[in-house]
């Protein structure tokens, strides 16, 4: 089996245990520039994302044992670390959300029990490809809010800086998965065969979830009409600031046989860690 990395260790991850106090009376309305539609739609996001982190947790766990490189091992514990903090300040997050939109908690079930179906039913190579194949998901979405100030400008400063801390974090592990999957899984033909399906299956998968359940939010939220946000949303998702439309090329390199997350060199943005912290640590004071 071919072990050798691409990339090895290109970024050691570090846990950072952070707070962010988020005002709960303004999950509704805490991007007030992007509008309610496109903040809804974060808050969507949000919904599934501790449950979705303890799921990438455990599928990459799942190898550990099997990791004979050391700086793949201590790049695993790190990755472990941060998506547990990343879970922990979304249950708050996810708190706030669930008391005023009761469809919230509800879809959250419903992811949980597929995640579920997936350790359960499934063999773990394919929760592991599944955990790949959203990691790069998350890791594109963090481009965006890293490359485009315009995402988070003028947002409630505590809800900015928690998607600030989550996009710089996903950017700094988004190899760490995929790395345990070339250790463990290879490239050879059958391990591609299993990732490339895993990436189809996950966004079919992710879009028929998240699809619906962002429509009754918006429907429990009274916000489905609202013409002028829904033209907001459209400039901020596919149109001139376009989070998705702007990561759609990277989207498609995932399925090339020899891909690599570092592919897309963007370490460019960590060099920002350091100003961040210091402001977040005003911010909480
Ligand atoms: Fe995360
Ligand atoms: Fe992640």
Request: hydrophobic letters at 45%; proline letters at 6%.
């Amino acid at each position: 089996m071919n072990t050798a990395l691409k990339y090895p260790s290109a970024i050691l991850p570090i846990r950072r245990d952070l707070k962010f106090n988020l005002p709960a009376d303004r999950i509704s309305d805490w991007h007030q520039p992007a509008g309610p539609i496109f903040t809804a739609f974060l808050n969507t996001f949000s919904i599934v994302l501790p449950i979705g982190e303890r799921f990438f947790i455990d599928s990459v766990r799942a190898y550990r044992d099997q990791i004979t490189d050391p700086e793949l091992k201590r790049a695993i514990t790190a990755f472990i670390g941060q998506e547990a903090m990343h879970g922990r300040e979304h249950e708050e997050y996810n708190n706030a959300l669930f008391a005023v939109t009761p469809v919230a908690p509800k879809f959250e079930r419903l992811v949980k029990g597929i995640l579920d179906g997936v350790t359960r039913y499934t063999p773990k190579s394919f929760a592991l490809s599944a955990t790949i194949a959203l990691e790069h998901f998350t890791a594109l979405l963090a481009d965006s809010v890293l490359r485009e100030p315009r995402v988070s400008e003028g947002a409630e400063p505590h809800y900015r800086a928690l998607w600030m801390w989550h996009a710089l974090e996903e950017t700094e592990h988004k190899a760490v998965a995929f790395d345990t999957w070339t250790a463990v899984m290879g490239r050879g033909p059958g391990a591609y065969a299993i990732r490339a399906f895993g990436m189809t299956a996950a966004t079919v998968i992710f879009w028929a979830l998240v699809i619906p359940a962002f429509l009754a939010v918006l429907r429990t939220e009274g916000k489905l009409a609202d013409t002028k946000a829904w033209r907001k949303f459209y400039t901020f998702t596919l149109g001139d600031i376009g989070v998705l439309r702007i990561q759609l090329r990277d989207y498609f390199d995932y399925f090339r046989p020899d891909f690599h997350p570092w592919d897309h060199d963007n370490r460019e943005f960590l060099l920002q860690i350091d100003a961040f912290l210091a402001e977040q640590e005003k911010l909480v004071a």
